[in-house]
């Protein structure tokens, strides 16, 4: 199979989806070193590759790439990917192969056929075996500019202080731990160390921030700092670069802490291994209820409890949870 010298990488969103095609774009980047290597993603995303040492040209669907290519990696493949391509001269196209048949069988019949902890890293890179390209045992990557870091120094200081990180969002509502269940465990941490806690979020969190905040002693929340929807994207990576731990549901937030390379402590109610979201080759600690029959119930996540118990992430003790983080945090 001959070497491509252009190759176009789509991920059109989300932040974690694209966050997990980077391993994939280094291990081009090694296998092809001549190669120019363009990448393809929504305007809201772009700064999440701007530093990161492409050999190419950034392109977004306000301006499409033009080609000729002759290697595309289709790595959302919905109908606007698939007219992106139709656009364009190419050699070959290779598709990401979502296993949406797999997804229906483990929500509808509790049938997993998803081999195990497979990532889904490996399957974005499943059709490119062919090229020689494998696993380099790295992880994923994110690089803050220096204006970036700039203000996360600002915000933080000196280093001195740990610093914990709380990514308490998520679009669906069964993926977010309850905002009153986060303050508790802050409020705990508070009263055994000295840390500052970070509130990660976009501005459609603010609302739990604001629950959280609610919830806590003037004690914990004086070392509190609620940053959700005051932070871009890139000025909230280089903020997580700086914390010593992550307390993170299944979030984007989550796949951009894991390119820092901290231990993260990851809370799953809906959300369960097979889909291939745990944090890519990275130190992570899961707490999920093993065992409960109607888990999962979407592979996406819903905006209510189709049982009205959402025992998922109500039955996660905050004690154990506190005690990882005291062993983490702990002078």
Sequence with gaps: MSSPGRILVIRLSSIGDIILTTPVLRRLATRFPGARIDY??????LSLL???????????????????????????????????????????????HKQNWKKLLLVQLKLNLFRKDESVVDRYQAGLAGYGI????????????????????????????????VCFGAKHMTKRYPPRDFAAIIEQLHSRLSIRVLLLG?????????????????EAASSTMDLSGSCSLMQTAALLERCN??????????????????KLFVIFG????EFGFLPYQVESQLFEVEGLRCRPCSHIGRQSCPKGHFRC?????QTAIVAALLDELSP
């Design 202 to 218: 976009g501005s459609e969190d603010s609302p739990f921030a604001r629950e959280i905040m609610d919830g806590l002693s003037p």
């Design 134 to 165: 494998g696993d380099d045992g790295k992880g994923c990557e994110l690089t803050p500019s220096s204006d970036d870091r700039e203000r996360a120094l600002a915000v933080l200081g000196e280093a001195g202080t740990k610093t914990l990180a």
């Design 313 to 317: 992430m109500r039955d996660i003790p």
């Design 245 to 262: 731990a992550v307390l993170t549901n299944d979030t984007g937030l989550m796949h951009m802490a894991s390119a820092f390379h901290h």
């Design 40 to 45: 393809c993603t929504k305007p809201t995303f």
């Design 50 to 96: 701007q530093h990161s040492g492409l050999r190419g040209r950034l392109y977004s669907t306000e301006q499409l790439p033009e080609g000729p290519y002759d290697l595309v990696l289709d790595l959302q493949n919905n109908i606007r990917s698939r007219r992106i391509t139709r656009s364009l001269k190419v050699s070959r196209i290779i598709r990401y």
């Design 270 to 273: 809906s959300s369960v291994r």
